[in-house]
């Protein structure tokens, strides 16, 4: 009858235990994946020689210089993957169809006419349908947050003393200073995208740089 023996596993001391113990949680506070390296092979161990656990986190991953981005481990954090980026100036946003973000004109358009809002859902913007719709009974506003809209508790409040109304920039509503004003000379009217107000931004042309159309704003 054949007999096997069988391989003597590594032993492990107590202070390379407290380091296995130390990397993983340090990895489960930051939320960060966790790798470990494959566990040198048994089969070539001779005589009493252990491998030290130590030894097999010599070897750091690779990473980019002074980025303290979790993402780094084992790969790169999407600033340094080389993802390509809108072609807006001083855009940072990832690149959709034409070359430019969704907030630049990139990607699908709502499909209603004369709308140029990025497409949600069902080739639609928010403002015509598209995307998560309030789920309050005979509600048919965007959902801005946890399945609600802004008047039935969606998106985020106001962070001043009992005010239940939802920010506009920061963390504050209009009424609270929140609130961004028209670029437009003179024009005290809240910004309601693109750093104009409804009234003006109805009036304005922002269009790519590639086309080179320069911005011209009406005033009224």
């Not at 965007?142 to 106001?158: A, E, V």
Request: aromatic share 6%; glycine share 12%; charged share 20%.
């Amino acid at each position: 009858m054949t007999t096997f023996e069988s391989a003597a596993l590594p032993t492990l001391s107590l202070d390379e235990i407290n380091i296995f113990v130390n990397i993983f949680s340090d990895s489960m506070k930051h939320d960060a994946p966790f790798y470990l390296p494959p566990f040198p092979s048994t089969s070539n161990i001779t005589g009493h020689s252990e491998p030290k656990l130590a030894s097999l986190f010599t070897t750091p991953h690779t990473t980019t210089t002074a980025c303290s981005s979790w993402d780094l481990c084992p790969d790169h954090c999407v600033t340094h993957r080389g993802l390509k980026t809108c072609k807006w100036p001083e855009c940072t946003r990832g690149r959709q169809s034409g070359g430019l973000c969704l907030k630049h004109g990139g990607g699908q358009r709502c499909s209603v006419a004369d709308c140029s809002n990025a497409a949600q859902s069902k080739r639609l913007c928010k403002r015509h349908g598209g995307g998560l719709r309030c789920q309050v009974d005979g509600c048919d506003k965007s959902s801005q947050g946890k399945g609600y809209c802004r008047n039935h508790g969606g998106g985020q409040r106001c962070a001043a003393p009992n005010c239940t109304k939802g920010t506009q920039r920061g963390q504050y509503c209009s009424r609270h200073g929140g609130d961004v004003k028209c670029r437009v000379d003179g024009c005290e009217r809240g910004n309601r995208g693109g750093g104009f107000c409804a009234r003006h931004r109805r009036e304005t042309i922002v269009t790519s740089p590639a086309t080179e159309v320069k911005v011209e704003i009406v005033r009224l």
